[in-house]
Nanobody
């Protein structure tokens, strides 16, 4: 499956962005999809994920209450709505996916087979 991440940009602190992860697979509804981010000089970290049916979601503590993940399986896209952005949210954001038979949602990047190219988010103070 091919993933295309988009929606990044430059925004002031307190602003919002919506990232999109569009997938090529016709069986997209069977994939768990997650977002990771990597800031300069830092390790890649889990941000949020959504299971194949959308019934299971999970967000990192650092973004809880500010970021919301959702999916539209009819359109083969996963969204990450990011509100109340902070300068520490500045990073390259990657979406990743893996085929599961259940609504399993792992948070380790080692679990994921398919990755998008990344979209850059810069939050100015």
């Amino acid at each position: 499956v091919q993933l295309q991440a988009s929606g990044g940009g430059l925004v002031q602190a307190g602003g919002s962005l919506r990232l999109s992860c569009a997938a090529s697979a016709r069986t997209f509804s069977r994939y768990t999809v997650v977002w990771f981010r990597q800031a300069p000089g830092k390790e890649r970290e889990f941000v949020a994920g959504i299971s194949r049916s959308g019934s299971n979601t999970h967000s990192a503590n650092s973004v809880k209450g500010r970021f919301t993940i959702s999916r539209d399986n009819a359109e083969n896209v996963v969204y990450l709505q990011m509100n109340s952005l902070k300068p520490e949210d500045t990073a390259v954001y990657y979406c990743a996916a893996k085929y599961y038979f259940t609504d399993y949602l792992p948070t380790s990047d080692l679990e994921y087979d398919y990755w998008g190219q990344g979209t850059e988010v810069t939050v100015s103070s």
